[in-house]
Nanobody, 124 residues
Framework: VQLQASGGGLVQAGGSLRLSCAASTRTFSNYYMGWFRQAPGKEREFVAAIRWSGSRTYYADSVKGRFTISIDNAANTVYLQMNSLKPEDTAVYYC??????????????????WGQGTQVTVSS
């Protein structure tokens, strides 16, 4: 199983980017798909997650109202639309996948599969 993240880049504050995460398999029907980010010198943190069915989404407070996670099941692809970007959003963004279970989808340690990361840089 492979996850391929793309779409990062350099953008000015207030701008937008859309990240994509392509999954190599269709076997994620009972999975959460998540986005996490890691800034230099900081812990990797939860950004957003979605059930593969698309029936429920979850967001970190810091991105609510600005970021939107969505999924295209036919294309095996998860998206993260990021609007009103701020310099503090600068980080390497990772997509991840895990089985839906008892633990919260924000728990990074519960994710089994990770993409390679894509750099997002927001200039002020």
């Amino acid at each position: 199983v492979q996850l391929q993240a793309s779409g990062g880049g350099l953008v000015q504050a207030g701008g937008s980017l859309r990240l994509s995460c392509a999954a190599s398999t269709r076997t994620f029907s009972n999975y959460y798909m998540g986005w996490f980010r890691q800034a230099p010198g900081k812990e990797r943190e939860f950004v957003a997650a979605i059930r593969w069915s698309g029936s429920r989404t979850y967001y970190a407070d810091s991105v609510k109202g600005r970021f939107t996670i969505s999924i295209d099941n036919a294309a095996n692809t998860v998206y993260l639309q990021m609007n009103s970007l701020k310099p503090e959003d600068t980080a390497v963004y990772y997509c991840a996948a895990r089985l839906i279970g008892s633990s919260s989808p924000v728990n990074k340690n519960a994710y089994d599969y990770w993409g390679q990361g894509t750099q997002v840089t927001v200039s002020s």
